[in-house]
């Protein structure tokens, strides 16, 4: 008989045919196939093939809704999304919300759907932005006008309208003499000026005899960020 390898690649909840009910199965791959895994129900070890992207489509609804918990206890539980709390004089003056044009301070956390902080005001002073003017993403700036002041909220952004997809005609070679005084590492960022007068902030990816390539793609690119916003105050 010939041995074939099995690949544990998690648990899900699934129907099983057998104790007629959705119950803990183990999935698992034989062998380096990518079109098919396994099912193995953990009660009977009933297993049944079925479709790899099948599993994996269930795999993300399932995440979606761990995420969108997550969020919930997130907002909830972040002292700092929750450590506005305004004074009686705040309290009893009319709720001004936030319009296009108006400087604002708040706390901002931008995360992935891993919960992987990115970067955040945390233990840090609240920024200050003003709406539709300074470097914010527009696309942002237009879910927090209407904000009352000490209101928070989450946002999630999708791909085109965070960093956006990622875009081949970014990715270029310039000849390695423009680097003066200094030797390209992969990794290294570099500030090209584009013929058009802005700046492009690139990342080495490959260095050649004569050349080196560069990409000018967010290092975010093509990923979904969440963003906990607090509107601290309006300032004007």
């Known amino acids: 008989m010939k041995y074939v390898r099995q690949h544990k690649l998690g648990e899900i909840k699934y129907y099983c045919q057998y104790c007629k009910i959705k119950t803990d199965m183990e999935i698992f791959r034989l062998g380096p196939s990518n079109d098919t895994c396994w099912l193995k129900c953990k009660k009977c070890c009933f297993s049944k093939p079925v479709n790899t992207q099948l599993i994996s489509n269930k795999i993300a609804q399932m995440k979606e809704l761990v995420y969108k918990k997550e969020d919930l206890k997130y907002r909830e539980n972040n002292q ?23 400087t604002i301070l708040l706390h901002y956390t931008e995360r992935l759907n891993n919960g992987q902080i990115v970067r955040s005001t945390l233990n840090k002073k609240p920024r200050e932005y003003q709406l539709s003017k ?33 875009n081949k005609e970014l990715v ?30 690139t990342k080495v990816i490959k260095v050649e005899e004569k050349k080196v390539i560069l990409d000018g793609n967010h290092d975010l690119v093509g990923r979904e960020i969440i963003y906990d916003i607090e509107l601290v105050k309006i300032l004007n």
């Open 134 to 166: 300074d470097g914010m993403k527009r696309s942002l700036q237009i879910q927090i006008v209407g904000m009352q002041e000490g209101e928070t909220n989450t946002f999630r952004l999708i791909p085109e309208k965070a960093y956006g997809q990622f």
């Open 172 to 201: 270029f070679a310039v000849s390695i003499g423009n680097f003066k005084n200094t030797t390209p590492k992969v990794e290294e960022r570099y500030s090209i000026k584009l013929t058009n007068g802005k700046k492009l902030s």
């Open 80 to 102: 700092f999304l929750r450590s506005y709390k305004m004074t009686n004089s705040d309290q009893n003056a009319e709720t001004r919300k936030a319009k296009d044009g108006d």
